[in-house]
């Protein structure tokens, strides 16, 4: 399976980003997609994840101004990222989790299949 995220970009305090990742698996319903986020010097931290029948998990951060979407018959997941704080400057990777069956979807090594990353510059 190969992931394209797409979407990063430069954007003011207050600003809004939409990210996207397409996904080339054939059976995308079958996956659980996430996105997570890395900051310079910083470990890999969950951002948001959305599963097959559309329920979806927020990091504490994300609640209220992130949203996290998917399009199985487009084999799309989008995250909308509104009211962008300096802090959410990270490098984001959406990632597939293959027929999950843990709860634990915040763990990175839950997920088998990562794309390459877009970069998110939030100025203040």
């Known amino acids: 399976v190969q992931l394209q995220a797409s979407g990063g970009g430069l954007v003011q305090t207050g600003g809004s980003l939409r990210l996207s990742c397409a996904a080339s698996a054939r059976t995308f319903s079958d996956y659980r997609m996430g996105w997570f986020r890395q900051a310079p010097g910083k470990e890999r931290a969950f951002v948001a994840a959305?599963?097959?029948?559309?329920?979806?998990y927020y990091a504490e951060f994300a609640k209220g101004r992130f949203a996290i979407s998917r399009d199985n018959a487009k084999r799309t997941v989008i995250l909308q990222m509104n009211s962008l704080k300096p802090e959410d400057t990270a490098v984001y990777y959406c990632?597939?989790?293959?027929?999950?069956?843990?709860?634990?979807?915040?763990?990175?090594?839950?997920?088998?299949?990562w794309g390459q990353g877009t970069v998110v510059t939030v100025s203040s």
């Open positions: 990632a597939a989790d293959y027929l999950p069956t843990a709860h634990t979807i915040w763990k990175a090594d839950e997920y088998d299949y």
């Open positions: 959305i599963n097959w029948s559309g329920s979806t």
